[in-house]
């Protein structure tokens, strides 16, 4: 038991130590992942806007082409009037070219309001293309330095881990997988490595009985199963004396 229970121990601390560089190996992709979803959202507001200016562009373009041919309507009603035989052939031309005229000053308002529309389309349009620039300028460099971050985040978390798949292997199967599933908890530690009936994991009394048997760790017949090492009543951390894996300084005299 002594022997799983300084594994255990082991385990958390080297554990504990790659706790913030595992931190930020989760952190540091979701954040790049995040600045890359801002560009692409810039990006379809900039392809919405430039559909917007085109569409806009379009419908004035027509616009432009009808008061043309309403021009020309009025130059072949005109050359009615001067070929009219009849007054009310006149009177007919003369009604068929205030119709266009009036036809005409609604088109001229409709393409100007279209061109004031389009200019401020276009406006925003250079605004988000800025901004657009910026974004791509900015996660670029922030790609390059997360990337890098995470290649001196690895390599040191690779030190600290030293001797971690060995102390796995070592320990039963068991007892490794209730070891994960303590220590995927928020609120506990999955091993509490005390030196008073205290667990430091939730910061509840240990019974005294279970305390002594923890400070003696007695050595279990047979192979050590996950039911056979002492747990605190509350957290259920796996309990671990500290002289285990700090022994106490030798007795003076």
């Known amino acids: 038991m002594r022997d799983v229970l300084t594994a255990l121990a082991k385990l958390w601390k080297i554990d504990e130590a790659a706790k913030g560089y ?5 952190s540091l992709p979701v954040k790049m992942d995040a600045m890359r979803a801002d560009v692409r959202m810039l990006e379809s507001l900039l392809a919405s806007e430039r559909a917007q200016v085109e569409e806009a562009d379009a419908l004035k373009a027509s616009r432009i082409a009808d008061l043309q041919e309403r021009r020309e309507a009025i130059a072949r009603a005109k050359s009615k009037v001067s070929r009219a035989r009849t007054l009310k052939e006149a009177d007919a031309a003369e009604r068929e070219i205030e ?3 009036r036809l005409m000053s609604d088109r001229e308002r409709e393409i100007a309001q279209l ?4 200019e401020a389309k276009r406006e925003t349009l250079a605004e988000r293309e800025k901004q657009l ?13 997360g990337e890098a971050r995470l290649a001196e985040v690895r390599e040191a978390r690779e030190t600290v881990v030293v001797g971690r798949d060995e102390l796995v292997a070592a320990l039963p199967r068991r007892v490794v997988k209730r070891y994960e599933k303590l220590r995927a908890r928020d609120k506990y530690y999955p091993v509490s490595i005390i030196a008073e009936p205290t667990c430091v994991s939730c ?6 009985q279970l ?8 050595p279990t017949e047979g192979p050590v199963d996950v039911e056979d090492l002492p747990t605190c009543p509350h957290c259920h951390a796996f309990l671990v004396h500290r002289d285990l894996i700090e022994p106490p300084p030798p007795a003076e005299g």
Do not use: Q, S
């Open 99 to 101: 119709a266009t005229r």
């Open 115 to 118: 061109g004031v529309t389009v």
């Open 133 to 145: 620039g910026e974004a791509l300028a900015l996660a670029e460099d922030e790609t390059k330095a």
């Open 203 to 208: 910061r509840m009394a240990i019974p005294a």
């Open 22 to 26: 595992d931190e930020e190996l989760r």
């Open 211 to 218: 305390f002594i048997e923890i400070k003696r760790a007695d």
